[in-house]
């Protein structure tokens, strides 16, 4: 070979390499250029007039690009009242590690290709109007730490390969459509998830035991669906659990006594539309001391208030309405001192040993 081929031969390789390193950043470009075209409102025409290509998009507002290449690390919209659907060509930011387009019209699906971007640590697409069912592909994105996707029209089932991201430490799906019944191996890959939000939607069966292998969980919120069935004891194994709201859903059986193993607890709501029964448990090694809120209204709890109720000293809301509680108010109460909503109306108790708490 002559050495005007083997330099032909290079040049071509010199500018092939080159057509693919460019190609990275153009692919970003036009990425981001296909997400802004399909943005239909923009009332302050803050894209309109700034995502100008022109200038390098590693510019643009609501961009952040890597230090050392021009690649999108960051796209936060949020608040900029943006409307319009979410353009697959998202997919091809190959770089991106957080995606924030909460508080704004976004409407339409969630694009599958999302699950392309394995680099993603966020997603917060809290307050959009985004309808259809969450990706499965979402469940690919190894990485991913948090994850918000309330307030939304979201339909089906949350895809169980997403309870199989172990990186996830926040997640939220609250107020939305979502259907179905949570996985019963929820936690066996979920170590370090801190927060659990599914309330405001129409999730139903039983609240799995494998819960309680969540043992990093701070908030887990059930709220308003329909689960059913009974709290399982293993809710006692999180230890690091500060709010426990299972309010407004189908319930029956006891309130675990194994609850007040949990030290930290701030907030437990078990109230109205469940149907727990039982006497209330007592803690007789008065281990849940933080108590501020206790809200089991509208059960069917009976027998004395327990005593051990009242050794709470940092209650600071205590709501034990329509139950079928029995027997004295016991003259402690007036030891929480602490406490600024106190309601026990609607049970069988005589209130003749209270002064001052109607
Ligand atoms: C472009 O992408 C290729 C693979 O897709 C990668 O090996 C290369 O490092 C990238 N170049 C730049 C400048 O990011
Ligand atoms: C776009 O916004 C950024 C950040 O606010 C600003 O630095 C840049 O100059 C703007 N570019 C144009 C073309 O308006
Ligand atoms: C869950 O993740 C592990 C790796 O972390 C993987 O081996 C396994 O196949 C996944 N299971 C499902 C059902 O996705
Ligand atoms: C998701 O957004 C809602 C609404 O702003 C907020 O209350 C919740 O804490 C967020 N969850 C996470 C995991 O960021
Ligand atoms: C969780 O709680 C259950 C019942 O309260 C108990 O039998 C079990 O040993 C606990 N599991 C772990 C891993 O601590
Ligand atoms: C948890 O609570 C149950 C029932 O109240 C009790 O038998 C058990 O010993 C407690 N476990 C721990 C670790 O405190
Ligand atoms: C409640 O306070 C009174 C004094 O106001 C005290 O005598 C009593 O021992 C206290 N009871 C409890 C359970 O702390």
Redesign the pocket.
């Known amino acids: 070979m002559g050495n005007n081929v083997i330099f032909t031969l290079l040049t071509i390789l010199y500018f092939f390499i080159y057509v693919v390193t460019s190609l990275n950043s153009s692919t970003d470009e036009y990425a981001l250029l296909a997400f802004k075209y399909q943005i239909t409102s923009d009332p302050n025409k803050i894209l309109a007039k700034n995502w100008s290509q022109g200038t390098s998009f590693c510019n643009w507002i609501g961009i952040t690009c890597g230090t050392r290449h021009q690649r999108v690390r960051g796209l936060n919209l949020a608040n900029m009242g943006l409307g319009g659907t979410i353009a697959k060509e998202i997919g091809r930011l190959s770089f991106l590690r957080s995606l924030v387009i909460s508080n704004n019209n976004f409407h339409g699906f969630i694009p599958d290709e999302m699950g392309k971007l394995s680099q993603l640590r966020e997603i917060e697409m809290q307050y959009n109007e985004l309808s259809g069912n969450i990706p499965t592909s979402l469940g690919f994105l190894e990485n991913l730490q948090k994850l918000n996707l309330s307030y939304n029209g979201l339909i089906g089932d949350i895809p169980y390969m997403i309870f199989n991201l172990s990186s996830l430490v926040e997640s939220s799906f609250g107020s939305n459509s979502l259907s179905g019944s949570l996985h019963t191996d929820i936690c066996y890959n979920l170590p370090k998830l801190e927060m659990l939000r599914i309330s405001k939607n129409q999730i139903s069966g039983n609240i799995p035991?494998s819960l309680?292998?969540c043992?990093n969980l701070k908030l887990l919120s059930l709220s308003y669906n329909n689960f059913a069935g009974s709290i399982?004891?293993?809710?006692?194994?999180l230890s690091k659990l500060e709010i426990l709201n299972l309010a407004q859903n189908n319930l029956i059986g006891d309130l675990?006594s194994?609850i007040f193993n949990i030290t930290s607890l701030l907030q437990i709501s078990v109230g109205v539309g469940n149907k727990i029964s039982g006497k209330f448990p007592e803690d007789p090694c008065n281990r849940a001391t933080m108590l501020e809120t206790l809200q089991i209204s509208h059960n069917k709890f009976h027998g004395e208030i327990p005593p051990s109720l009242l050794q709470y000293h940092a209650l600071q809301n205590l709501d034990i309405t329509g139950n079928e509680f029995t027997g004295n108010i016991p003259n402690e109460i007036g030891n929480l001192s602490t406490l600024q909503g106190l309601y026990l109306g609607i049970n069988g108790l005589s209130d003749c040993d209270l002064d001052g708490y109607h």
């Open positions: 035991p309680g292998k043992t399982p004891m293993e809710i006692g194994n675990p194994t």
